[in-house]
């Protein structure tokens, strides 16, 4: 059964940091490419990082260049998303997704930037 589980999200103050984990079952996370998203409350779900499946090469949001970093760990079968100098605007529900020869989505963890 495919699956992918995020963790680590909670609540930071702005300028902190948090760790947001995604571990995947059911498939084989080298033959992905692994991205996250976030939704905030009346937004649209929007890009935020993206780890390609070869090469290593990542991309990022505009908005989270420069504070975020993706990576990810095949052994573990593990993507991550380190989040740093956060923001309020950073509040959302964080979104994991694996694509592939199929494409998958998380259930999502809360994130959430206030003092």
């Known amino acids: 059964q495919v699956q992918l589980v995020e963790s680590g999200g909670g609540l930071v103050q702005p300028g902190g940091s948090l760790r947001l984990s995604c571990a995947a079952s059911g498939f084989r996370l080298s033959s992905y490419t692994m991205a996250w998203y976030r939704q905030a409350p009346g937004k649209e779900r929007e890009f935020v990082a993206t780890s390609f499946k070869s090469g290593g090469t990542t991309n990022y949001a505009g908005s989270v260049k420069g504070r975020f970093t993706i990576s990810r760990d095949n052994a573990k079968n593990t993507v991550y998303l380190q989040m740093s100098s956060m923001k309020p605007e950073d509040t959302a529900v964080y979104y994991c997704?694996?694509?592939?020869?199929?494409?998958?989505w998380g259930q999502g963890t809360q994130v959430t930037v206030s003092s």
């Open positions: 997704k694996g694509i592939g020869p199929g494409v998958y």
